[in-house]
């Protein structure tokens, strides 16, 4: 006999969707603008669902996870049945690898490869903190009149609204794992259900 629906989870599942949805779109540096075109999905509609002031449908979330290239899972939170693995799909992302380590939706971690042509500075902005570790190579960093270069095993932290870039010294490619938060974001962690 299948166990009994639970309102609540789904409730928190729906909640869930609105950071998640933000989440993918800041992941993918795409605008509202941009997201409006590829899905024809009003901006003011898409601003609502990611602001939690509208409920997701499915006539809403099946063109933005074909928009995203993620399963509709990755949107909503597939509830936590036997293995909790993540399963990783590795994309491009401004000529690097990135491989997903966490669901979209709070901190985020990810594996990023950079290769050895991606050593010229752009420095940005937004919300939030970030930590870096370096897994191998070398990786630059530029933090705002800063210009640092970290080896394997070296790690940094700081605050994303100063100006920063990271990538390759320019000697080869580098792998390192990123830890991204957004302000008022924090790791939950659950209890073990034993």
């Known amino acids: 006999m299948d166990p009994p629906l639970?309102?609540?989870?789904?409730?928190?599942?729906?909640?869930?969707v609105a950071p998640?949805?933000?989440?993918?779109?800041?992941q993918r540096g795409i605008t509202l603008a941009e997201l409006s075109k590829l899905t024809g999905i009003s901006k003011s509609t898409l601003s609502r669902l990611e602001n939690g002031q509208r409920r997701p449908s499915l006539e809403l979330l099946?063109?933005?996870?074909?928009?995203?290239?993620v399963p509709l899972d990755d949107l909503v939170g597939a509830p936590e049945v036997g293995d909790p693995r993540i399963r990783l799909k590795p994309r491009m992302v401004n000529g690097r690898t990135v491989l997903p380590l966490t669901r979209p939706g709070g901190v985020q971690a990810w594996k990023i490869v950079i290769p050895a042509s991606q050593s010229k500075p752009s420095p940005r902005t937004h919300?939030?903190?970030?930590?870096?570790?370096?897994?191998?190579?070398?990786?630059?960093?530029?933090?705002?009149?800063q210009d640092l270069v970290l080896g394997v095993g070296e790690a940094v932290e700081f605050d994303t609204q100063l100006p920063h870039w990271f990538g390759s010294t320019g000697d080869g490619p580098a792998e390192v794992l990123s830890i991204f938060?957004?302000?008022?974001?924090?790791?939950h962690v659950r209890p073990d259900r034993r």
């Open 181 to 187: 938060g957004r302000p008022g974001e924090r790791m």
């Open 127 to 145: 919300e939030g903190f970030e930590w870096l570790y370096v897994l191998t190579g070398r990786m630059r960093l530029i933090l705002a009149d």
């Open 6 to 16: 639970d309102p609540a989870g789904i409730a928190t599942a729906l909640d869930l």
């Open 62 to 69: 099946l063109p933005l996870a074909q928009a995203y290239r």
């Open 20 to 26: 998640r949805l933000r989440g993918v779109r800041d």
